[in-house]
Antibody, heavy 117, light 109 residues
Framework: QVQLQESGPGLVKPSETLSLTCTVS????????WSWIRQSPGKGLEWIAY???????DYNPSLKSRVTISVDMSKNQFSLKLRAMTAADTAVYYC???????????WGHGTLVTVSS | FVLTQPHSVSESPGKTVTISCTRS????????VQWYQQRPGSAPTTLIY?????PSGVPDRFSGSIDRSTNSASLTISGLETEDEADYFC?????????FGGGTQLTVL
């Protein structure tokens, strides 16, 4: 059974870049799309971006200018970089596998990222 | 587009509750709607996918439907149990985005 685990800093300073990694276990990253999603009290759940195992990507138009998503098949991982962080980016960040039906399953446990000086 | 859900609903154990999810633009039937359950401190889990299908392990007390006339989707939970108390989110997509509803907090009292 596929499991996902997010890792990265819990605290980021304003204007800095957030870097998160999602490690996939129990299955291969190959053949699937993989997404980052975040959840903040103010904006609920928000899809950030997806990447296909071959490197094809798509981004939420509202975040596209600040986001980069990448994949490392050798490590069975994919990663997120979000630039120019502000307090509005404080959220729980989840990684998830995209499904053929346009949803997400399974999800990682999530990691809380706080933006503060 | 936006998916609009009621902020909260409440009902008694054993009763039936329905949570709506209205799509602001675009045809609700054109892109699959999913429903997720989220308990405090946990990630969302899939309750319904492709408008009305249930993953294995999800009780048949949970059902999904769409209504083209109101451009909305609904999640119905029958035989409410106290363990159903959670947040519920609808989700769909279009060619450029994947969108979640704002979530509905279900209280079973």
């Amino acid at each position: 059974q596929v499991q996902l685990q997010e890792s990265g800093p819990g605290l980021v300073k304003p204007s800095e870049t957030l870097s998160l990694t999602c490690t996939v276990s129990g299955g291969s990253i190959s053949g699937y799309y993989w997404s980052w999603i975040r959840q903040s009290p103010g904006k609920g759940l928000e899809w950030i971006a997806y990447i296909y195992y071959n490197g094809n990507t798509d981004y939420n138009p509202s975040l596209k200018s600040r986001v980069t998503i990448s994949v490392d098949m050798s490590k069975n991982q994919f990663s997120l970089k979000l630039r120019a962080m502000t307090a509005a980016d404080t959220a729980v960040y989840y990684c998830a596998r995209d499904t053929t039906w346009g949803g997400f399953d399974p999800w990682g446990h999530g990691t809380l990222v706080t933006v503060s000086s | 587009f936006v998916l609009t859900q009621p902020h909260s609903v409440s009902e008694s154990p054993g009763k039936t509750v329905t949570i709506s999810c209205t799509r602001s633009s675009g045809n609700i039937a054109s892109n699959y709607v999913q429903w997720y359950q989220q308990r405090p401190g946990s990630a969302p889990t899939t309750l319904i996918y492709e408008h009305r299908k249930r993953p294995s392990g999800v009780p048949d007390r949970f059902s999904g439907s769409i209504d083209r006339s109101t451009n909305s989707a609904s999640l119905t939970i029958s035989g409410l149990e106290t363990e159903d108390e959670a947040d519920y989110f609808c989700q769909s997509y279009d060619s450029s985005n994947r969108v979640f509803g704002g979530g509905t907090q279900l209280t079973v009292l």
